[in-house]
């Protein structure tokens, strides 16, 4: 277990509604990052935060955006969702200078 | 043409088989260079990772690392059924940065 919990594991959403996909770091990390992972694919690179701002961000409509806590504990939200968006979330938490970096078990969102 | 480029696979192996799994990239400002295993529905594992060019040993897992051909690999000695999984190639410009993954190669290791 690499002590990065995400909520909820599950999710199915209408085309149109919004959604926010929760991340707990592993102790000790200060920097979450955010992966799409699409059906059959590589993870992408969404966005990260490092201390509670946003700190890259990939090639991304600005409907994902996300947020980070004085815990380091962070969040996604993807509004206006689209059918493409279907796909495994995944998060990662590292430390900034750390090549290291830890994955949750990702929320599985469907969107019909 | 994708920055990394990973054969999907699936590769199927007899148990006991040494295993290779490759990965090829297009950008020479890689630095640091990982290995994931992902099983069915879950979050990709770190296996290894490596800097620069060489190889790396961690029990049954091999990295190797060829900048000049931008060419790594893993390997895994005697395969077992456990193995079965995705792996995913991932690289990093700069500790810290974003990581930039390949497709992953499917592997079953059959009993």
């Known amino acids: 277990e690499t002590g990065v919990t995400q909520s909820p594991t599950h999710l199915i959403k209408t085309r149109g509604q919004q959604v926010t996909l929760r991340c707990s770091s592993q102790?000790?990390?200060?920097?979450v990052s955010w992966y799409q992972q699409a059906l059959g694919q590589g993870p992408q690179f969404i966005f990260q935060?490092?201390?509670?701002?946003?700190?890259g961000r990939g090639n991304f409509p600005p409907r994902f955006s996300g947020l980070q806590f004085p815990n380091y504990s962070s969040e996604l939200n993807v509004n206006a969702l689209e059918l493409d968006d279907s796909a495994l979330y995944l998060c990662a938490s590292s430390s900034l200078m750390n090549t290291e970096a830890f994955f949750g078990q990702g929320t599985r969102l469907t969107v019909v | 043409q994708k920055e990394v480029e990973q054969d999907p696979g699936p590769l199927s192996v007899p148990e006991g088989a040494i295993v290779s799994l490759n990965c090829t990239y297009s950008n020479s400002a890689f630095q640091y260079f990982m290995w994931y295993r992902q099983y069915s529905r879950k979050g990709p594992e770190l296996l290894m990772y490596?800097?620069?060019?060489g190889n790396k040993e961690d029990g049954r897992f091999t990295a190797q690392v060829d900048k000049s051909s931008k060419y790594i690999s893993l390997f895994i000695r005697d395969s077992q059924p456990s193995d079965s999984a995705t792996y995913l190639c991932?690289?990093?410009?700069?500790?810290?940065?974003?990581?930039?993954f390949g497709g992953g190669t499917r592997l079953m290791v059959k009993p």
């Open positions: 991932a690289m990093l410009y700069n500790a810290g940065n974003m990581l930039t």
């Open positions: 490596t800097y620069s060019s």
């Open positions: 935060y490092y201390r509670e701002e946003e700190n």
């Open positions: 102790s000790g990390h200060n920097t």
